[in-house]
T-cell receptor, first 111, second 114 residues
């Protein structure tokens, strides 16, 4: 069965530092991958999605992710963290119309 | 104007009770979903409906029964509530039902079973 693994349940960075949230997938067919963000006490919001058109995907709020088939990875990055980026981030794979979620990574941003 | 709304936001009830959560979307989407988020924030799909027809039904106890009176509404009824049902339930919607379209999530309903 397909699965999504997020390395690190909690990542802490300083404001202005690089954000790197790691995600690996195990799909045996070309995956359709997403990153969703959940701000405290809110629903999820799409950050970006990969659908095989381009390996580097740009999303909202300065985030981007690179699809690397050889590494089965889809890591999320942002060059400079803001306090407002503190949230839970989910890497997601589409399995035949069903979204399969990673376990989530909580990002903390220190002033 | 809220795109996907859920009521109630909080629900506290006793074991054995029956409760419903309502969801409405005003985006004109064809597909709606229910997700369960447990205390460790793990999210799992429960059901999805496309134009009022059930298309995904995960291994959810049959105490959970979704109902879609029209394509803008997807309600979740839970019978004989158990302690393990305590979670946050999210409703979502998307234009298509193949999982490729962005899903828009409601704010969640926090269910606590005592």
């Amino acid at each position: 069965a397909q699965s999504v693994t997020q390395l690190g349940s909690h990542v802490s960075v300083s404001e202005g530092a690089l954000v790197l949230l790691r995600c690996n997938y195990s799909s045996s067919v070309p995956p359709y991958l997403f990153w969703y963000v959940q701000y405290p006490n809110q629903g999820l919001q799409l950050l970006l999605k990969y659908t095989s058109a381009a390996t580097l995907v740009k999303g909202i709020n300065g985030f981007e992710a690179e699809f690397k088939k050889s590494e089965t990875s889809f890591h999320l990055t942002k060059p400079s963290a803001h306090m407002s980026d503190a949230a839970e981030y989910f890497c997601v794979d589409n399995q035949g119309g069903k979204l399969i979620f990673g376990q989530g990574t909580e990002l903390s941003v220190k002033p | 104007d809220t795109a996907v709304s859920q009521t109630p936001k909080y629900l506290v009830t006793q074991m054995g009770n029956d409760k419903s959560i309502k969801c409405e979307q005003n985006l004109g989407h064809d597909t709606m979903y229910w997700y369960k988020q447990d205390s460790k924030k793990f999210l799992k799909i429960m059901f999805s409906y496309n134009n009022k027809e059930l298309i995904i039904n995960e291994t959810v106890p049959n105490r959970f029964s979704p109902k879609s009176p029209d394509k803008a509404h997807l309600n979740l009824h839970i019978n004989s509530l158990e302690l393990g049902d305590s979670a946050v339930y999210f409703c979502a919607s998307s234009q298509g039902g193949n999982g490729l379209d962005e899903q828009f999530f409601g704010p969640g309903t926090r269910l606590t079973v005592l």
